[in-house]
């Protein structure tokens, strides 16, 4: 009978939530993408860094026009005279490039400065996924310099000026770097992002973080220390890249061949500790999505699944007897190509 009645009020809160969303979905697509920003977000009191903003776009139509919004208007509220855009776009068979093009005359006219690269060299066959995407990340850097505080590293998600500033404003700026978290149904960037501890997520899924001090920030709103992160928007100090001339790299020069791979957005934050630039936290109050609809679903939806997530699920991570003598025979391998220990936080299986 228990049982019964639980599935009863499960399905119930299910239905909820359905009806919920398709009531609710329809009025927030149809927002005005021009919108002014809220006149709160620009008191004397917000942090407002010098500010590069980086991106590499690759088949974005759909999201572009929205992303080129709210990118400009990221730039005109951190100041036209202390912001620069540079996106490196590469490979895109779709309107991307042209859509880059003719954002490049807006800028111009708008006296924002930017380095737009269209056509960029697209993925070598020859090299593995890492190798190329750290390759891209480095050429969107290109044209940082030390005019520049921080970097604000956009992914080709779904975001608006509100979270950028949040996220910007991430401890009063008092940090190395501030992540988002990036939602397709559940938390995405599982594989570049790492608890305090080193260990990979415990879960997709709220409340995410296995350690219990993490869980207990997250639940507060607080920024959660974390290891490492990415997940679709980071705010970075420069001064790992300028001063310490740290630059993304793949585990090994063609990673393609590796016996374990990690993400470039891993290692970039080993390098940044081993400099002692160790303030990286993820700021749960930013959330942003692959598409408007799933930027909707994290900020308004999964809210409401909160608290059910909370008693079902004890984020874990844990690995089967076989998946754990897998992992012993690769990381024998891995440590035959002379690849650092300090690099193991971000070893995953392919």
């Not at 620069?84 to 859509?99: A, F, H, L, R, W």
């Not at 990979?200 to 290891?227: C, I, T």
């Amino acid at each position: 009978m228990w049982m019964r009645t639980r599935r009863l009020q499960v399905l119930a809160f299910i239905l909820l939530c359905s009806t919920v969303l398709l009531l609710c979905f329809p009025l927030y697509s149809q927002r005005s993408l021009f919108a002014p920003p809220s006149s709160g977000l620009s008191d004397d009191g917000t942090y407002r860094p010098s500010l590069f903003i980086a991106a590499n776009l690759h088949n974005n139509e759909d999201i572009l026009k929205r992303w080129m919004i709210q990118a400009e208007r990221v730039a005109h509220w951190a100041g036209t005279d202390r912001a620069y855009i540079s996106v490196y776009e590469s490979g895109s068979n779709d309107k991307t490039p042209e859509m880059l093009e003719r954002w490049k005359k807006r800028l111009e006219a708008a006296n924002i400065r930017h380095t737009i690269v269209t056509h960029g060299a697209g993925f070598d066959g020859s090299l593995g996924r890492m190798t190329n995407l750290a390759k891209f990340r480095n050429e969107a850097l290109a044209p940082l310099t030390a005019e520049y505080e921080k970097i604000l590293f956009i992914n080709d998600v779904v975001y608006e000026l509100s979270d950028a500033i949040t996220l910007l404003n991430t401890q009063g700026g008092k940090y190395d770097a501030a992540c988002a978290m990036d939602f397709f149904g559940q938390f995405y960037d599982v594989f570049a992002t790492r608890e305090i501890t080193g260990k990979p997520l415990g879960s997709g899924n709220y409340p995410y973080f296995e350690d219990s001090a993490s869980q207990k920030l997250l639940r507060a709103g607080e920024p959660v220390p974390v290891f490492s992160c990415w997940n679709g928007m980071v705010a970075l100090n420069s001064a790992p890249f300028l001063q310490g001339h740290v630059s993304f790299r793949p585990l090994v020069p063609n990673d393609a061949a590796a016996p374990l791979e990690a993400s470039e957005c891993c290692l970039v934050f080993v390098d940044f500790r081993q400099l002692h630039y160790t303030r990286i936290f993820i700021n749960p109050r930013v959330k942003v999505g692959y598409d408007g609809f799933h930027y909707w679903y994290a900020r308004y939806i999964l809210p409401l699944w909160n608290p059910f997530l909370s008693m079902t699920n004890t984020p874990r991570h844990e690995r089967t007897s076989a998946e754990e003598a897998e992992w012993n025979y690769r990381l024998s391998k891995i440590y035959e190509l002379d690849v650092p220990e300090t690099d193991a936080p971000c070893f995953a299986m392919h």
